[in-house]
């Protein structure tokens, strides 16, 4: 299976300590052009037919007051179109993304080989903020996305980027690495789920890792039998192909040293339900159950290219939910690898069955901080909807970090409690505790109180339920109902937030 995840690679994006004059202008068929909120007549005066453009701003202004978008045509012979964005200068990360998604679905229409994005009346960190934010919608929406239609749109013709008007140029690595990752989450969580079967799966991954310089193991059905991962392989078992397992890859830096990172990722490539069977309307859709472990790839890509000087380890949890004669069923008892005996209640609470014995793998190898991706409750979108997703860690202290990664990258979060006395409910009269209840009631937040059962109380863990995978129209800067999120989020965690050097409590 070929995945184009390369395919912003190949954009180059040129950045310039001037502004463009006329005859530049001139050259593009389209240009974005971004100004303040209430531009005055410095900022008119730096740009290139800034009589037109203001003077068809303020007739645009006059229609609608609140209009901060202007989308015309020059009277040149290339006939460039212009879009104009107003904006204001203390605006949220969030929002910024969501104007530059609609800039990115405007220029996608024009299809331009080029585009020249003039940044005009900003100081220097709020235009190294914008051009960082606008490059990251640009790239997005020309990723190809899975299309199996018989008359296919054609791959954008995007192979420039020219940004003017700054005093210095910004850093653009993070975000450039970050729509790889992306991208490459979000074309594998669109699979359709017999084009993207655990074997199709692995075999995609491993051809990736060997690329990548990453080591791979894979733990199969009987690797796992031999570990008692009665958790996983409860899931498992129903499955007429025995391809179920756990990818296991290895990034290490070129420097030894630093502080050891686990990413985990839920990856049911697809979800009947099993015994307990969805109905159709939430059964449509379940070939994206596994987007946690694409997120995990995706962003294990994203940090093998911006070299992060700290070792990773990537955990996949690669199965399919299945109906039949051998399926796990409601109060079966199982034992997960830590020990942890089960008592099944639902079986489509199989998510946190699979994570479970991840966990408790990933856990063996000491890492400092696990992060794991799961779209793992209909209880998560239900409170937050799918503009934020859930995150949840057993260091009370990283609640703050947390958020403001969210509120800093616009990949939003909120968390939630993870106090002891929710065990309450998962009390079972057979086993160490219950998968889930039957009542519904907080069932993002049982589901994370049964997880941390499997995480060692020593290792910083924090738990991403992806609410904000799919959400209608795109979200922030993706333009596809597949978001992919997760991969901006962790990022900005890591390498803004620090949380790997943070002393938690």
């Not at 609470?349 to 409750?377: F, S």
């Amino acid at each position: 299976m070929e995945i184009p995840y390369r395919h912003t690679e190949k954009i180059k994006i040129n950045q310039h300590i001037k502004d463009p004059d006329t005859r530049r202008i001139d050259g593009f068929r389209v240009a974005v052009v971004v100004v303040p909120d209430a531009p005055r007549k410095p900022h008119w005066e730096r740009l290139a037919y800034a009589d037109i453009l203001k003077t068809r701003f303020q007739r645009r202004k006059r229609q609608d007051k609140h209009a901060e978008q202007l989308l015309t045509d020059l009277p040149n012979a290339t006939g460039t179109r212009i879009i104009l964005q107003a904006v204001k200068p203390d605006t949220s990360t969030f929002e910024l993304l969501s104007s530059a998604r609609k800039i990115a679905v405007e220029l996608r229409t024009q299809d331009p080989a080029a585009v020249l994005l003039h940044i005009a009346g900003f100081d220097q960190p709020t235009a190294s903020r914008l051009t960082e934010v606008l490059s990251a919608a640009i790239l997005a929406a020309v990723c190809p996305m899975p299309s199996y239609k018989s008359d296919t749109d054609k791959p954008a013709a995007l192979k420039r980027i020219e940004v003017y008007g700054l005093e210095q140029p910004a850093d653009l690595a993070q975000v450039q690495a970050e729509s790889i990752g992306n991208h490459l989450s979000r074309w594998l969580s669109a699979l359709p789920a017999n084009e993207l079967t655990p074997t199709v799966y692995r075999e995609f991954v491993g051809k990736l890792a060997a690329e990548e310089g990453w080591k791979m193991d894979f733990l199969n059905t009987r690797a796992l039998a031999r570990r008692k991962a009665g958790a996983f392989l409860a899931v498992a078992q129903a499955s007429p192909v025995d391809d179920a397992g756990i990818v296991h890859l290895r990034y290490r830096p070129a420097v030894r040293g630093g502080k050891r990172l686990a990413l985990v990722g839920k990856g049911i490539c697809f979800d009947t339900g099993g015994v307990n069977v969805k109905p159709a309307r939430y059964m449509n859709g379940m070939h994206e159950d596994m987007q946690g472990s694409a997120v995990a790839l995706g962003t294990l890509l994203a940090l093998t290219r911006l070299g992060l000087e700290h070792p990773v380890d990537c955990w996949l949890a690669l199965a399919q939910n299945h109906i039949g004669s051998k399926a796990y069923k409601p109060n079966d008892v199982v034992t997960a690898c830590n020990g942890t005996s089960i008592e099944v209640i639902h079986t489509d609470a199989e998510g946190r069955m699979v994570l479970a014995d991840t966990l408790a793998l990933a856990c063996k190898e000491k890492p400092q901080l696990v992060i794991d991706y799961a779209t793992l409750t209909g209880a998560c979108i239900y409170s937050l909807s799918s503009r934020y997703s859930g995150v949840f860690s057993n260091r009370d202290t990283l609640h703050a970090t947390l958020t403001t990664a969210g509120r800093d990258s616009g990949e939003r979060v909120w968390p939630f409690p993870l106090d002891k006395d929710f065990d309450e409910d998962l009390k079972s009269n057979i086993a160490d505790t219950r998968q889930c209840t039957l009542e519904g009631e907080a069932d993002h937040i049982l589901a994370a109180r049964f997880l941390n059962r499997f995480v060692d109380s020593e290792i910083n863990w924090v738990h991403v339920d992806l609410a904000a995978s799919n959400r209608k129209g795109g979200l922030g800067h993706i333009p596809t109902d597949t978001t992919g999120f997760g991969v901006r989020y962790t990022l900005n965690l890591l390498l803004q937030q620090d949380a790997l050097e943070q002393s938690w409590s």
